[in-house]
């Protein structure tokens, strides 16, 4: 949906409401058969299937912690703040119903300045695309005026009773399985980076051109793995699934501790993304591919749903001499630290 | 649940996992009927009953503009930011399945000082109380380091399809009631600034006595109005309602919008808290009580699940040359300006 909203007369903010008026006419949507209350009373009403769990998750997105307003243009923090919610519910094999964002925001970011576009308008341009590709309403959320910019994304789900792909399912036996290609958001990240550092003297993010945005786009457009997830969980091949957020020694760890066995993941077989390294494929976080496990006899294919998808590995058993999560080099097998993000440390 | 951790050690802050394993010990809860799967996987699963739609609202708390560190105990901010949500759920008739909890932090607040309890753990003791009382798990959440303390609450509750309380129902001619007394939360903001400024000197939240607790308690401890939705949504007796959070000047104004009519109250039957003033019972927010409207032919009773209910006024037919909401004081009917909380002003 393009922009139709007057031009700005005032260099004044935007009053919530007027705010909420302009969220709703970029990504607010029409009601649709699961969404069956919107925006404007006190809950969203959704309305699952007969015979649907309902998945919900959140993510909370830090400005300086999860993205910076000097690197990170306002498309891409509402795109990324999206991607996240959308990421967790492809790990469970669920289909998106409604996305509810709760928004803090400087006062500066709602005033327009001379003939740029509003912040918080190209955010929502940014999400809002991302929202229609995977057809997920703005259904509610929240606005408040604050220091800094925080953004937490609330994606609601539906799958059927009993078919959601869950982190504890993997045995000792089942082979694992990666979509994509890793290490190429924590690339992007330092090439944004490098951009940024050249530019420093300039307040706004770096205007990027299309070359340097497809070369950067694992990190600035990372796409959520709905349609995989779907497809695993709707044919019942995944024993276990995880979404890479973190990074896979940091994911695949959690998967071995919920399921209660180990992991070996084989070096030579990993999709390295092009641009990465090895430490970044195994250590950076947002890639958000799909990570997950199935039987020996399950037959994965190589594409599922117009993206690739590789066997790294294989799931054993707990051993008392050995940590949960081992990597087969060259060198033989060592082991690999969890080394992926982790908040307070 | 009582804390069953282990006494800190060392002054450092704690891990993001360590958090995670404290605040399940404290507000985690078992599995339940609704909540299949809670904290530990991508999503949290829940299950509605057949024939119900599921109820979402999130709310978004920020130090220094809903609270604040300097006046606020850690166990009430946590309370009144799950009351924030748990209201929400109230004003659509709906009952809560669970809780989400985003939580950004400072890391000096998971940081052990001395003998004192560590400020993030007294905020889950705040908010597993209230959590309890109402039977509603924390089923998930995220946590991020963050400059400033910002807590976004979101739930989830399930209301038969068809029979949520919404905004947009009143009718001209219908009744307007309110449960509980007004102001109350605004006159004791106003008393605990006092205490405040006169202990300006000191780091800490003040120590408030069971008196001044008692005194200050409907701004410290707003209790959800979820028995009185619940009671109202399955009798079918109330056409719309509201939570007042902003001020009844204000969400008055938004029930009219939403309902296409007008309304009048009647200044000498308000429910006026002994603690506060007429202004503060029109204007002040964060009360939590819940407006409604209901035809004259509705018996609605003078205490609904313990709290009484007050008739306040009546909806009418929106005139082009009144505003939507109007007072009848002792002077005549006057116009009743919002002048309730908004953001961004």
């Known amino acids: 949906m393009r922009n139709c909203q007057e031009p700005f007369a005032a260099k004044r903010p935007l009053g919530e409401r007027a705010l909420i008026q302009r ?100 955010f929502f341009d940014g999400f809002g695309a991302l929202a229609r590709t995977y057809k997920t309403p703005l259904a509610g959320g929240d606005l408040a005026e604050s220091p800094i910019v925080a953004a937490d994304i609330v994606l609601v ?29 924590a690339a992007g990240l330092t090439g944004l980076r490098k951009l940024a550092i050249r ?61 209660e066995v180990a992991a070996e993941i084989d070096a030579s077989v990993l999709p390295v993304h092009p641009n990465a390294t090895l430490k970044q494929a195994l250590h950076g976080g947002e890639d958000y591919e799909l990570l997950f496990t199935a039987s020996p006899k399950a037959r994965i294919p190589s594409v599922i749903a117009g993206v690739t998808v590789s066997r790294i590995g294989r799931m054993t058993r707990r051993r008392a001499d050995l940590p949960d999560v081992t990597i087969r080099t060259e060198r033989g097998v060592e082991m690999l630290e969890p080394k992926g993000w982790e908040h307070f440390q």
Request: charged share 20%; hydrophobic share 40%.
């Open 157 to 185: 789900g539906a799958v059927p009773h009993g078919r959601a792909l869950l982190r504890s399912g993997a045995r000792a036996g089942d082979l694992l399985y990666v979509t994509g290609r890793l290490g190429g958001a």
């Open 199 to 259: 530019s420093e003297n300039r307040p706004r993010p770096p205007t990027l051109s299309s070359k340097m945005r497809d070369l950067l786009a694992a990190h600035l457009n990372p796409q959520p793995r709905i349609a995989q997830g779907l497809w695993l969980q709707r044919r019942g091949l995944a024993s276990a699934a995880i979404d890479l957020s973190d990074g896979i020694s940091t994911d695949l760890a959690h998967l071995c501790e919920e399921s």
């Open 23 to 122: 969220i709703r006419s970029r990504v607010g949507g029409k009601p649709f058969a699961g969404l069956t209350l919107g925006i404007g009373d006190d809950c969203a009403l959704l309305g699952p299937r007969p015979g649907e769990q309902i998945a919900v998750t959140t993510d909370l997105s830090i400005a300086g912690r999860h993205f910076r307003l000097e690197w990170h243009p306002p498309e891409v923090v509402g795109h990324r703040t999206l991607a996240r919610g959308l990421s967790d519910l492809a790990a469970m094999g669920a289909r998106p119903l409604a996305a509810f964002l709760s928004l803090g925001l400087p006062r500066e970011l709602t005033v327009p300045k001379g003939r740029q576009k509003v912040w918080v308008d190209r």
